[in-house]
C-alpha cells in the first residue's frame, strides 16, 4: 500500500499496521504475567510509557533471528521513556527463557506465559509486535519478521511518532 502524501504532496513513509492484529487505537486487553524473578505485571505497569511489545519464543526461528534488532531498540530508546518488553511462550520447558536470552546478550525484559494472553491480543504467528502509546493504545503492529532493516524502520518510526504524542 502507498504511503499517504504529506502536505506539500510528498510521500511519507509509514509504518504499516498488521490488520489482523489489534486495531489501531484499541487498548489491548489487561493481562496478569510474572517476569523471571517473580513479580507480576498487568496492562497499568505499561501506563505513561512507550512499550514495543515483542511475543518470542526461543523455539522459534524468526523470533531469534529479530531479537538482535529488538536488543538494538531496547538500546537505542531505554532512556528515553521507553519499555521493550519480551513476552515469552516457552514450548520446551527445559529451556529457562531469563538464561537464554542472558546467554546471549539480550537485556530487555520478558514477561513468561505469554501463550496464556496471545488469543486475547490477536497473536497468531510468532514473533508478533507491537507498540503501544503512553495511553496503552495500539500504534503498531506486525506480525512474522521478514528482516532487520524493514522491522527497525518501521518500529523505529512508531515508537518515534508515540514518544512525539502529547501525553
Known amino acids: 500500500r502507498p ?14 499496521h498488521d490488520p489482523r492484529l489489534l486495531a ?14 517473580g513479580k507480576t505485571w ?22 531469534r533471528a529479530a531479537m538482535p534488532s529488538v536488543q538494538k531498540l531496547h538500546e537505542e530508546f531505554k532512556d528515553q521513556g521507553v519499555l521493550v518488553m519480551g513476552m515469552n511462550f516457552e514450548q520446551n520447558k527445559s529451556v529457562d ?5 542472558k546467554d546471549k546478550g539480550y ?3 520478558s514477561l513468561l506465559e505469554a501463550q496464556t494472553i496471545a ?3 490477536k497473536v497468531n504467528g510468532w514473533p508478533t ?21 524493514g522491522f527497525e524502520n518501521a518500529a523505529r518510526e512508531a515508537i518515534r511518532k508515540a514518544l512525539a504524542q502529547q501525553g
Not at 504511503?3 to 504499516?16: I, N, V, Y
Not at 489501531?24 to 524473578?37: A, C, G, Q, R, Y
Not at 527463557?97 to 536470552?101: G, H, L, T, V
Request: net charge positive; aromatic share 14%.
Open 3 to 16: 504511503a499517504a502524501p504529506g502536505r506539500d504532496g510528498e510521500r511519507a513513509e509509514r509504518p504499516q
Open 97 to 101: 527463557p531469563a538464561k537464554w536470552k
Open 107 to 109: 537485556t530487555y525484559p
Open 42 to 63: 498487568t496492562m497499568a505497569d505499561f501506563k505513561g510509557k512507550v512499550v514495543l511489545v515483542d511475543f518470542w519464543g526461543s523455539w522459534c526461528p524468526p523470533c
Open 24 to 37: 489501531l487505537n484499541s487498548v489491548p486487553p489487561d493481562f496478569s504475567l510474572k517476569d523471571s524473578e
Open 119 to 121: 488469543r486475547a491480543w
Open 129 to 149: 509486535f507491537y507498540v503501544l502509546d503512553r495511553e496503552g493504545r495500539v500504534v503498531w503492529g506486525t506480525a512474522g519478521f521478514g528482516g532487520a532493516q
